[in-house]
C-alpha cells in the first residue's frame, strides 16, 4: 500500500534528467517533453521539428525510462532503438533520466561563408574524375571531411550551378587557401561538361562552405572506412588528417570501384599507409572487371569484405565512415547491422530521405 | 531557427484571433440554409465561398506577426488549442444532420445537389483544422484530429503528411510538391493514389521494424480503417444505403481541395541535393507564401506556409509570415480555381516561380523540358536521382 501510494506520490513529481558529456541535469516537470523542458531551461539541444519526424533530437538513454508521445520507430532505426535511442521531443520521463547526446562531443564547425575560387589547375584521376584545385581569396577553416558547394559563375545571366563537392586533402592548422575537389562527369549534364569540355584554368568560382558533420570522431576503437566512386575524397582528407595526427588506431579502408581504369588515389594511399604509425590497409574491390585480365586485387562487392576476417578486426568494437552510392550505403548499413556494429559508431550523413523509406519514387 | 521576419510586428493576425470560427460558421450554415426554409437557401455555403472568393483580393493581405516576446504564452494558451477540438463534434453534427436530411426527407434535385455541395464544403474545409491537430505533440489532439478526419475518411493523411511530406516536401520524393509545367489532372490523380499508398508504406515498415506483422491492431492504418468503417456502418444502419454516395463525395472533395492546396505550395521549388545524394534541410524558400486574409481564415493560416515547414512545432496561432519566402501573386481562395484552368496557370504563375528562381535560392524543379532554357541551366544535373556524382 506504501508502495502503491509512493508510486502515486511520485507520479507528479519533477524529474531530473542528466545530459551527458557533461553532466548538465536540468528538472523536467511532469506535463513537459524533455526537449520541452531543455528548451525551458536554455539548454542548447539539438532539434529541428519539434514533432518526432525529423530525428534532430536523437539521443541515446543511458539511464531510465521514457514514455514516446508517438512511435519513435517512425523515425528511428530497429537498430537505433535497441541501442538505446531515443527522441527527446516525443519523450515523456517515466523517472531520473540520463541522456547522451553524441553533438556535445563533436567539434564546434565554423560557419559557412561565400569566397572566390580560381582554378588554378585540372587533371584526370581517372577517365570520369577530375580533380580540380583552387586558390581562395583567404584562408577557408574546415574539418576533413566536409564539403563545400561550388558555383560556377560565367557571366551569363543567370547562370547560376552548383554542386556540392567534399573536400578532398586533409585541412592546414589555420586554414586552407589552396583547395581540390574530385569531380565526375555527368554526360549530358551543363555543369560537368563545362568543366570537361575544355582546361578551365584560370576561371573564377564561388565557394560557399565549409557544410556538413561526416568528420572523425575522437576515440580509440579501430576505424572501418567504406567508400565507392568519388566518395573517396572526404575519406581521404579524413585519413590524411588522421595520419597527420599519428593515429594510433588500426583502420582498414575498402574502396569499391567498377575497374581498373576506375581506381584512383592509389599511391597517396600506400604513401599514407607508410605514414601511419599503425595499421592502415586499403583495399580496393572491383566489381566488374574483366575475368582474367591483369588484376591480382579482391574482385566483388565491397559488402562482402565487411567482416572480420577481411578487414583484421573484431567489427562490433570498430567505428566505421561510410561515403559513396546510397545503394552502395544501404547494403553496407544492412552488413554493419548484422554484424552488430552499433549504431551511434556508424558515420554518414544522417538525412537519410529515399533511403529510409523503400519507397519508388 | 533564425529567421527574417516580414510584416509588421502586432499583437496577432486577424486570423489567428477568429481562430476556427470560420470553419464553425461553415459547419453550422447547412443548419442555418435548413432553418430558413432550404430550397435555395440549401445552397448557402457555396453563396457564401463564393462571395469570399469574391471579396478575398479585395480584402487583401494581413502581414500581422506577432510580438515575438509574447509567442511562448500564445504557444501555450489552451483557448486555441480549444478551439480546434470544438470542430470535433461540429464535424460529427453537420454530417449526421447532412446524411439525415438527404436520406430521411424529399429534396428536390437542385436542393439536394445544392445542400451536398454545402456539407461537403463544411466538412472539407474542417480538413485544415485535422491537419492542424494531426500535428500536435499531445495525443489528445492527435486523436481529436483523427476523429475530425473520419467523417471525410482521411485518416491515412495524417501518417503520410507527418512522416513524408514533411520531410521530403519540395522533392522527388514528395507526390505532394507539383513541378513547374506540371498539369493539375494527373497531379491530383498521382498525387491522392500515392498518398494513400505511402501512409500504407510508411506503416508497413514500421511494423515490420518493430517485428509486427502489418495486419496488426498497432497499424495505424488498420485503426484507421476500422475507425472509418465503423463510422460509415453508423451511418449506413442510421440512414441507409444511400449514405455510402454521400460518404463518397465527403471523402472525395476535401482530398481534391488539400491536394490542390499541396499543388500550390511547394510548386516548382526543390531542395539542394548534398554530396551523398540527400537533400538540405527544409527551408522558407522551399514554400509559397501567402497571407491574404479571407483565404488565410478559412484555411487555419496554413498559407503562412513557409514558417509552417520550417518550424513544423509552431501552432497556427504563431505561424509567421517569412521574409526568405516566395509569395504566391493570389491568395489561395483565387489560386485553387485558376490552378484548374492550366494556361491562366501558368499567365499567373510562371512569372512570379521564374523572378524567384532568379534569386538562385532553389533548385527549378519542373516538368522535363518545361523550363525556359536559362532555368534548365540551374538544374544541377542528376539533381533529383539518388545517386551522387
Ligand atoms: S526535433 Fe525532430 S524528431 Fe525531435
Redesign the interface.
Known amino acids: 500500500m506504501q508502495k502503491l501510494f509512493n508510486k502515486f506520490k511520485n507520479r507528479n513529481e519533477p524529474r531530473t534528467a542528466t545530459i551527458q558529456p557533461g553532466g548538465e541535469s536540468f528538472e523536467v516537470p511532469k506535463n513537459r517533453t524533455l526537449l520541452q523542458a531543455a528548451n525551458d531551461k536554455g539548454i542548447d539541444f539539438p532539434q529541428h521539428c519539434t514533432v518526432g519526424t525529423c530525428g534532430s533530437c536523437r539521443c541515446k538513454l543511458l539511464e531510465g525510462e521514457v514514455r514516446p508521445l508517438r512511435d519513435f520507430s517512425y523515425t528511428l532505426t530497429r537498430a537505433e532503438i535497441s541501442d538505446g535511442y531515443i527522441l527527446a521531443c516525443q519523450s515523456m520521463l517515466k523517472g531520473d533520466v540520463v541522456v547522451e547526446l553524441e553533438s556535445r562531443g563533436e567539434l564546434a564547425t565554423q560557419p559557412a561563408e561565400r569566397f572566390t575560387a580560381n582554378i588554378t589547375s585540372t587533371g584526370m584521376l581517372t577517365h570520369d574524375i577530375m580533380e580540380v584545385s583552387v586558390q581562395l581569396d583567404r584562408p577557408l577553416t574546415y574539418t576533413a571531411g566536409q564539403f563545400a558547394d561550388l558555383l560556377i559563375n560565367n557571366g551569363l545571366e543567370g547562370f547560376a550551378r552548383h554542386r556540392s563537392y567534399s573536400f578532398s586533402c586533409a585541412p592546414e592548422v589555420g586554414g586552407s587557401s589552396d583547395l581540390s575537389f574530385h569531380i565526375r562527369r555527368v554526360s549530358g549534364g551543363s555543369y560537368t561538361e563545362w568543366l570537361f569540355e575544355k582546361d578551365r584554368t584560370g576561371e573564377t568560382l564561388e565557394l560557399h562552405g565549409p557544410n556538413g558533420s561526416f568528420w572523425l570522431r575522437a576515440d580509440d576503437a579501430p576505424i572501418l572506412c567504406i567508400a565507392g566512386g568519388s566518395g573517396m575524397a572526404p575519406i581521404k582528407a579524413i585519413l590524411e588528417e588522421a595520419a597527420a595526427h599519428h593515429i594510433k588506431r588500426p583502420v582498414t579502408y575498402l574502396f569499391g570501384a567498377r575497374a581498373q581504369r576506375d581506381l584512383y588515389c592509389l599511391e597517396e594511399m600506400q604513401a599514407l599507409a607508410k605514414q601511419c604509425p599503425t595499421t592502415l590497409q586499403f583495399i580496393p574491390i572491383l566489381s566488374e572487371e574483366p575475368e582474367g585480365s591483369s588484376w591480382t586485387g579482391k574482385r566483388g562487392l565491397v559488402t562482402e569484405y565487411i567482416n572480420p576476417a577481411a578487414v583484421g578486426f573484431d567489427l562490433k568494437g570498430c567505428h566505421t565512415y561510410l561515403c559513396g552510392p546510397p545503394v552502395m550505403i544501404d547494403a553496407a548499413l544492412e552488413v554493419l547491422e548484422c554484424n552488430q556494429v552499433p549504431t551511434d559508431h556508424i558515420h554518414y550523413d544522417k538525412f537519410l530521405d529515399s533511403r529510409q523509406l523503400e519507397i519508388e519514387s | 531557427m533564425s529567421s527574417a521576419i516580414a510584416g509588421n510586428s502586432g499583437p496577432l493576425s486577424f486570423v489567428a484571433r477568429v481562430t476556427t470560427l470560420p470553419h464553425l460558421t461553415f459547419a453550422i450554415l447547412p443548419v442555418v440554409g435548413y432553418l430558413l426554409g432550404g430550397g435555395i437557401y440549401h445552397w448557402i455555403t457555396v453563396f457564401v465561398l463564393l462571395a469570399l472568393m469574391f471579396i478575398d483580393p479585395i480584402i487583401g493581405t494581413d502581414d500581422t506577426n506577432h510580438d515575438e516576446a509574447d509567442e511562448g504564452a500564445l504557444q501555450e494558451k489552451l483557448f486555441y488549442r480549444m478551439m480546434l477540438w470544438v470542430t470535433l463534434p461540429a464535424s460529427v453534427a453537420v454530417t449526421i444532420f447532412g446524411h439525415w436530411l438527404l436520406t430521411q426527407t424529399s429534396l428536390t434535385t437542385s436542393e439536394t445537389i445544392g445542400f451536398l455541395l454545402s456539407l461537403t464544403l463544411a466538412t472539407g474545409f474542417l480538413a485544415t483544422t485535422a491537419h492542424e491537430l494531426c500535428?500536435?505533440?499531445?495525443?489528445v489532439d492527435?486523436l481529436i484530429g483523427d476523429l475530425v478526419f473520419t467523417p471525410i475518411f482521411m485518416c491515412d493523411f495524417h501518417i503520410y503528411h507527418?512522416?513524408?511530406h514533411?520531410?521530403?516536401a519540395a522533392?522527388?520524393?514528395d507526390p505532394g510538391t507539383a513541378r513547374y509545367g506540371e498539369k493539375i489532372y494527373p497531379f491530383l490523380i498521382n498525387s491522392i493514389v500515392r498518398k494513400t499508398r505511402?501512409a500504407w508504406?510508411?506503416e508497413k515498415?514500421?511494423m515490420a521494424?518493430?517485428?509486427k506483422p502489418t495486419w496488426h491492431p498497432s497499424n495505424l492504418m488498420i485503426r484507421f480503417i476500422v475507425l472509418q468503417a465503423a463510422w460509415l456502418g453508423l451511418l449506413v444502419a442510421l440512414f441507409g444505403l444511400w449514405s455510402i454516395p454521400i460518404c463518397f463525395v465527403q471523402y472525395l472533395f476535401p482530398r481534391l481541395l488539400l491536394a490542390v492546396g499541396d499543388y500550390l505550395e511547394h510548386y516548382g521549388l526543390g531542395r539542394?541535393?548534398?554530396?551523398?545524394?540527400?537533400?538540405e534541410?527544409i527551408r522558407p524558400n522551399h514554400a509559397w507564401d501567402d497571407s491574404t486574409l479571407v483565404s488565410s481564415m478559412l484555411f487555419c493560416q496554413i498559407d503562412r506556409h513557409s514558417d509552417h515547414h520550417t518550424?513544423?512545432?509552431r501552432p497556427y496561432q504563431i505561424l509567421r509570415v517569412m521574409d526568405e519566402a516566395p509569395r504566391l501573386p493570389q491568395g489561395y481562395l483565387t489560386m485553387i480555381p485558376i490552378a484548374f484552368i492550366p494556361s491562366l496557370w501558368r499567365k499567373q504563375m510562371h512569372p512570379v516561380v521564374e523572378a524567384y528562381?532568379?534569386k538562385?535560392e532553389v533548385i527549378p524543379y519542373a516538368m522535363p523540358d518545361a523550363l525556359p532554357e536559362?532555368?534548365a541551366?540551374?538544374v544541377?544535373?542528376?539533381w533529383g536521382q539518388?545517386?551522387?556524382?
Open positions: 500535428h500536435h505533440t499531445q495525443p492527435r507527418n512522416f513524408m514533411h520531410i521530403h522533392t522527388p520524393i505511402m508504406q510508411i515498415k514500421r521494424d518493430n517485428g539542394k541535393q548534398l554530396p551523398d545524394g540527400s537533400y534541410k518550424n513544423v512545432g528562381y532568379d538562385g536559362k532555368y541551366a540551374m544541377p544535373e542528376g539518388t545517386l551522387p556524382d
